[in-house]
């Protein structure tokens, strides 16, 4: 498999450019589905270990359905798959230009919850329209052992989000471990009481917020992903979901910028239209770096040719 790494605001994407898996035709839905179902190998031999780590989100382009798009996407971790990744669709966007693939302006991406339009200000600088957003719940309150009761909201940004205004662990990179192991804890609990998106679909993604550590920014997050990584970046679809309670709660004015800082000091920029039907759209501007070329080799004698799997 051909791939181009590259890292949005600290956080890696790794796009398969080449040799990856034949998904055949049927919507970006269907083509995810047959990837799970008959090609999950292919997952594992590209983020997990040896080949590559947690914290990689993949990225498997194939052709649009929609021919107003540059490319399809199907993202996928350490343990699935991904509807959206705004992140990724920054390092697709600024990889399609590297590769020459597409101009700076308008590079439309097609993936399994919608089309995303990705804006290529520079060959590093991308601004995200993203999926339409909402909140679903507010004020959610859970009993959690060993931390205490945490409020929450859920919300849609592209991901299924539980947002909690006061962090549990204050937001410092040295408390990675603790707050990794408050947002599982959490998490495990949504689940054991069976507290769900709408449509009864997993809330797969945790989000602390806390003061920002520069003036300028609004707020600092540590975003809990699905296979137990966290985000480097302030987490496109994370950023997302919290617009639209921002958007829900009148803290936030359509088109008003919002800067929102990760746990390591990178930022995204984002700013909504309000869709005036419940949802917004928001918008969300980083850069993302071209960060390595190459193959992946599988010998086939290797044992760990798909990776180490738990
Ligand atoms: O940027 O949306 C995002 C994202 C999701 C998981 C990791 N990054």
Redesign the pocket.
């Known amino acids: 498999m051909r791939i181009i790494d590259s890292h949005?605001e600290g956080?890696p994407t790794r796009v398969i450019v080449g040799g990856g898996p034949d998904l055949g035709s049927g919507s970006l839905s269907e083509r995810l589905q047959r990837f799970k179902e008959e090609f999950d190998n292919y997952r594992s031999a590209v983020i997990s270990e040896p080949r590559g780590s947690e914290a990689v989100?993949g990225a498997l382009l194939c052709e649009p359905v929609d021919s107003s798009c540059a490319a399809g996407v199907i993202f996928f971790?350490n343990t699935g798959y991904?509807g959206?990744?705004?992140?990724?669709a920054m390092g697709v966007a600024v990889t399609l230009a590297y590769q020459g693939s597409v101009e700076l302006g308008i590079c439309r991406l097609e993936t399994p919850v919608g089309v995303v339009e990705a804006s290529l200000l520079s060959p590093n600088k991308v601004a995200i329209q993203n999926v339409p957003s909402f909140r679903f719940r507010q004020k959610v309150s859970l009993n959690v052992s060993d931390l205490g009761t945490v409020v929450g909201d859920i919300a849609w940004?592209?991901?299924w989000f539980f947002l909690i205004e006061q962090s549990p662990v204050a937001l410092t990179l040295q408390n990675v471990r603790p707050l990794t192991e408050a947002a599982r804890l959490i998490r495990s609990e949504l689940e054991r009481q069976q507290i769900t998106g709408a449509d009864g679909e997993e809330i797969d993604?945790i989000e602390f917020f806390g003061p920002a550590e520069f003036p300028d920014a609004n707020s600092r997050n540590f975003?809990y992903?699905p296979g137990g990584a966290y985000?480097r970046?302030p987490?496109?679809?994370?950023t997302s979901a919290k617009l639209a309670c921002l958007a829900a709660d009148g803290k936030l004015k359509p088109n008003e910028p919002w800067i929102q800082e990760s746990i390591i000091g990178s930022r995204f920029l984002a700013t909504y239209c309000d869709m005036n039907d419940g949802h917004i759209v928001p918008t969300i501007t980083g850069n993302a770096y071209i960060c390595g070329e190459g193959q992946l080799i599988q010998q086939p004698n290797d044992p760990f040719r798909y990776g180490i799997t738990v």
């Open positions: 949005t956080e989100v971790n991904l959206m990744c705004g992140h990724g940004g592209g991901n993604h975003v992903c985000d970046s987490c496109g679809t994370g």
